[in-house]
């Protein structure tokens, strides 16, 4: 697999999780990475993107100021680090790579993914 997600997990309300994406066999110099998310009947969700020069990210707007993305190329992994968690950021995270020029919060865009991470947080 290209990408595989981990760090998902069971946390409390307000608690902090980060997820990592090891990217293999794709260069995080070439293709922009998106963590997306989704709850069962629901369609995936564009949580985060950066791009693949690293100097632009975006973020949903119930992310803002709460997720930060970051990546560190020498170690092929994309990292997602989410603060103050809520009930309503329970969902399977995925991350997905694409070779798009800006990086993009819709799957649509996105060529290859990985198989997703849950996370859940406990009221």
């Known amino acids: 697999l290209p990408l595989v997600e981990s760090g998902g997990g069971l946390v409390q309300f307000g608690g902090s999780l980060t997820l990592s994406c090891v990217v293999s066999g794709l260069s995080l110099d070439h293709h922009n990475i998106g963590w997306f998310r989704q709850v069962p009947g629901k369609e995936r969700v564009g949580v985060s993107c950066?791009?693949?020069?690293?100097?632009?990210?975006n973020y949903l707007d119930s992310a803002k100021g709460r997720f930060t993305i970051s990546k560190d190329n020498a170690k092929n992994t994309v990292y997602l680090q989410m603060n103050s968690l809520n009930s309503e950021d329970t969902a399977v995270y995925f991350c997905?790579?694409?070779?798009?020029?800006?990086?993009?919060?819709?799957?649509?865009?996105?060529?290859?993914w990985g198989l997703g991470t849950q996370v859940t947080v406990s009221s």
């Open positions: 950066i791009s693949r020069s690293g100097d632009r990210s």
């Open positions: 997905a790579a694409d070779w798009a020029d800006v990086c993009s919060g819709s799957p649509h865009e996105y060529d290859y």
